[in-house]
């Protein structure tokens, strides 16, 4: 009788340990958890903000060129930054779509980090493509709002200037391409490279990532 008592006492203390090793993982992972999901939150009400703006942006853009739609240059400059106003929205609005995929589902976390990944690449490649037409655009922007608030067409008094100015703007696309190019299919081993690649996929992304992974870690030890 002792020896059978001492083994349901046995079972017992290895059922309370079980259930102790369960609560502390369970405690592990929400904590977890939830500092990933303040990362996204920080996220989403960026991407708010930044729809927001866009948002504004293509309201001014499609005023000014319907105003100056008699201009053809003024109305040209008017559409495509209009043009690029609305990439600008979609981009911010898919990240959004995909940042609440994430936010909203409690899926298991390998699946959590497949698509954070896959929101991060989004968010570069974007990045890119709405950044690097900035090498031109800020021309652009600067002609449109002087024409708009001041009435002065620069366009019309520098024209050489002006498109020399965009011609040395494409060349700094071209060069950016090349280098992305060069730089996508290698390891990325220098930290200022490292640091620029994730800023363009979000700092508050990456510390989300982060956090999953250790959630990834912890379980599989």
Same mark, same amino acid.
């Not at 319907?66 to 008017?78: C, K, N």
């Not at 200022?192 to 994730?198: T, Y």
């Given at each position: ?56 942006f ?21 559409? =495509? ?48 493509? =709405? ?5 031109? =655009? ?17 366009y ?22 090349w280098?992305a ?41």
């Amino acid at each position: 009788m002792e020896l059978d008592e001492m083994k349901q006492a046995w079972a017992r203390m290895e059922t309370r340990q079980d259930g102790i090793e369960e609560l502390l993982r369970q405690d592990f992972r929400d904590r977890r958890m939830e500092k990933s999901r303040a990362s996204m939150r920080r996220t989403m009400w960026w991407l708010g903000l930044e729809v927001t703006g866009w948002i504004v942006f293509v309201v001014w853009a499609a005023s000014f060129w319907v105003a100056h739609r008699h201009v053809p240059h003024l109305l040209v400059m008017g559409l =495509l930054l209009h043009v690029y106003g609305i990439g600008a929205i979609w981009s911010c609005a898919t990240q959004l779509f995909l940042l609440a995929r994430i936010y909203l589902f409690d899926a298991p976390v390998l699946v959590l980090q497949r698509w954070l990944a896959q929101l991060r690449r989004f968010r570069v490649y974007s990045t890119l493509a =709405l950044g690097l037409p900035w090498w031109c =655009l800020w021309l652009l922007v600067t002609l449109v709002a002087i024409a708009d608030f001041t009435g002065v067409d620069l366009y019309a008094a520098g024209e050489s200037w002006i498109w020399t100015t965009m011609a040395v703007g494409l060349v700094g696309i071209g060069i950016s391409v090349w280098l992305a190019r060069r730089l996508a299919g290698k390891p990325v081993r220098s930290r200022f490279l490292q640091r620029i690649v994730d800023d363009m996929s979000g700092r508050n992304l990456l510390g989300a990532s982060r956090q999953l992974e250790e959630i990834a870690r912890f379980e599989r030890a």
